[in-house]
């Protein structure tokens, strides 16, 4: 069975500024997926950004950009400049193949004027 | 339609009666997941569906909890008995098989349940 940690439930950040979300995976799996979603106030769940396993170079999408350490099994999110409008839950999610896809317990990020 | 669509959007209901709540996913998407999610919290897994293999049901909380999935589409959750404590959003999400390069799971904007 997979597992996604994410171990901080609460942050918060200056308008700006630079802030990294952490979230760690387990699994047997070679070949997999990484995700970061974002469910802002509206709670409509929002992919930010997706990561192939098999893939070395870490995805960039804009001010967001993760940090894949496959050996570590890690996939941290850092969100550059951050805006207002960035303040929501974060979840990490991992899937495989036909395995259901598993969510991470969720970061709540403030962004603070 | 272009999304998943979730219905109804907010449903309020006594307790004790039962709940029916619909998921309409993106056309041809293999996988449906069913997540609850109370107030301010994570996602709880409570049933998924991929292709015509057995659901797994094993995030279901109780036996007042029921899914199915007709033709591989359309699916209802169904809540019998309800009780205060499955206030919550319902969210439904779909999404081929993790294998190809941009594979993700979209979500409908989900069902918020208040027992009263």
């Known amino acids: 069975a997979q597992t996604v940690t994410q171990s901080q439930p609460e942050m918060s950040v200056q308008e700006a500024e630079t802030v990294t979300l952490s979230c760690t995976y387990d699994?047997?799996?070679?070949?997999?997926?990484l995700f970061w979603y974002k469910q802002p106030p509206s709670r409509q769940m929002i992919l930010v950004i997706r990561?192939?396993?098999?893939?070395?170079q870490n995805a960039t999408e804009n001010r967001f950009s993760v940090n894949f350490q496959k050996a570590a099994k890690s996939f941290s999110l850092k969100i550059s400049d951050s805006q207002l409008g960035d303040t929501a839950m974060y979840f990490c999610?991992?899937?495989?193949?036909?395995?259901?896809?598993?969510f991470g317990k969720g970061t709540k990020l403030s962004v603070i004027p | 339609g272009a999304g998943v669509s979730q219905s109804p959007s907010n449903k309020v209901t006594e307790k004790g009666k039962d709940v029916e709540l619909r998921c309409d996913p993106i056309?041809?998407?293999?996988?449906l997941y069913w997540y609850r999610q109370s107030l301010g919290q994570g996602l709880e897994f409570l049933i998924y569906?991929?292709?015509?293999?057995?659901?797994?049901k094993s995030g279901l909380p109780s036996d007042r909890f029921s899914a199915e999935r007709t033709g591989g589409s359309v699916s209802t959750l169904t809540i019998q008995r309800t009780q205060q404590e499955d206030s919550a959003v319902y969210l439904c999400?779909?999404?081929?098989?993790?294998?190809?390069?941009?594979?993700?799971?979209?979500f409908g904007q989900g069902t918020r349940l208040t027992v009263v």
């Open positions: 999400a779909s999404s081929w098989a993790f294998r190809g390069a941009d594979t993700e799971a979209f």
């Open positions: 699994t047997s799996e070679n070949n997999y997926y």
């Open positions: 990561q192939e396993a098999y893939k070395q």
């Open positions: 999610a991992f899937g495989a193949g036909s395995y259901q896809l598993t």
């Open positions: 056309s041809g998407h293999t996988a």
């Open positions: 569906f991929q292709g015509n293999s057995a659901p797994d």
